[in-house]
């Protein structure tokens, strides 16, 4: 098929490689800098507090050898990464951070920060082992009014209700923006690649300038749209429609999205953190600022959670939503959560949709490429 990728995806190429310079532009212009590991970090507060939020969840290979001789060889290669990457200040976005946030989600990250604390200013909010009871609410409520205190004292920044509500408009319209992007893989055929929404997506973590990243998505939208109506995208009509779920797939850690898509198959959905996560959910504007926040992100259906019924539940809606043939499950190695959880949504969804499911348990190397291509290639004859 004769697929001509739409022009602004072009831009995105470009985003992260672009993005170093820009923060340092704006250190220069005396910004503070707040890195966060994780979507529990409410990224409002750090926009009220005036600072801009980087993400540092690392997703290369190259740091892991250096995070290894500190950290357990058999941790998760996202915890591996993003410490090497700290160590050895190779990465410019944790270079530049004035503070860092984490969160109390796994065990091996939250030991990684104990550590990471003896070198860097850094905040770890206590986060519930679950999201449903009063008492699981207010503690975390009273982690994000801790979180929110240690930013105002060390940004030297007031953080009033009209600040947050004027960042929850800011980020609620940039969550819109990124659903209608989302939605544009309901067509048939899909109009871009699972890897191209991938690299859509993560670049709102490094693009700061966050009107000129919604300008340049509603573009994109548009020209996704001309393309659908004109019946063109990477794959023909009928190709095997496939979400993805699990761990955070940034840029650099791919390689399942890719051998999927070039087994023939569209990934229609990214379900989760690096994906559409963090866009799936709006604050709701109505209540008082602090407490919709901390509703918003408490609900990030994360398998650090116990239980986890909220990912059972909006997977069923995206598989109806998505006319999903297929899930494909990634989890990194020494990721005990993601891991146990995958039986459970394996049984849920096999139950609830009748949908084949495939659990990919990998790292960030290049040695098992072949082996996952064998399995994803038995998975997609399966489905027909
Ligand atoms: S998967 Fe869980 S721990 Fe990892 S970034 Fe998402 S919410 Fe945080
Ligand atoms: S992938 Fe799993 S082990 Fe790794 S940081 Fe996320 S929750 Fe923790």
Redesign the pocket.
């Known amino acids: 098929m004769n697929y001509e990728r739409v022009k602004t995806l072009a831009h995105f190429d470009t985003a992260i490689p672009n993005a170093a310079l820009a923060l340092k532009q704006l250190k220069d212009d005396q910004i503070k800098v707040v890195g966060t590991y994780c979507v529990y970090a409410p990224q409002e507060i750090i926009i009220a507090a005036g600072a801009v939020p980087v993400s540092l969840c690392a997703t290369k290979e190259e740091p892991i050898a250096d995070g290894e001789k500190v950290l357990p060889r058999n941790f998760?290669p996202?915890?591996k990464s993003s410490y090497g990457f700290a160590i050895t200040d190779k990465c410019p976005f944790f270079y530049f951070s004035d503070v860092v946030i984490g969160e109390t989600?796994?065990d091996?990250?939250k030991k990684m920060f104990e550590l990471m604390a003896q070198f860097k200013p850094l905040h770890v909010m206590n986060l519930p082992a679950g999201y449903a009871s009063e008492a699981d609410k207010a503690y975390w409520l009273a982690s994000v009014e801790k979180m929110k205190a240690y930013l105002e004292a060390e940004l030297g920044q007031s953080i009033t209700g009209d600040r947050m509500r004027a960042a929850i408009r800011l980020l609620n319209e940039e969550r819109l923006v990124m659903q209608e992007l989302a939605e544009c893989m309901k067509l048939d055929p899909v109009p871009m690649t699972g890897q191209d929404l991938l690299k859509v997506l993560w670049a709102r973590n490094f693009v700061f300038d966050r009107q000129e990243m919604m300008a340049k998505v509603r573009l994109l939208i548009q020209e996704l749209k001309a393309a659908g109506q004109q019946g063109q995208g990477p794959f023909p009509q009928g190709a095997k429609r496939i979400v993805v779920t699990g761990?955070p797939t940034g840029i650099g850690s791919e390689k399942v999205i890719k051998i999927i898509e070039e087994a023939g198959a569209a990934v229609v959905y990214l379900d989760n953190c690096s994906g559409m996560k963090q866009f799936a959910t709006l604050v709701d504007e109505t209540k008082p600022a602090l407490e919709a926040i901390a509703e918003k992100y408490l609900l990030t259906p994360c398998?650090?959670m116990s239980p986890n019924q909220i990912r059972m539940e909006r997977m069923e809606k995206i598989i109806k939503d998505f006319r999903a043939d297929g899930i494909v499950d990634i989890v990194?190695q020494?990721?005990h959560?993601?891991n146990v959880e995958s039986r459970v949504l394996r049984d849920h969804v096999q139950k609830k949709c009748g949908l084949p499911f495939l659990h990919i348990e990998t790292d960030y190397s290049q040695g098992d490429v072949e082996q996952i291509r064998t399995r994803v290639q038995a998975f997609l004859e399966m489905l027909g």
């Open positions: 998760c996202l915890i989600t796994c091996g990250k761990v398998s650090c990194w020494g990721c959560t993601y």
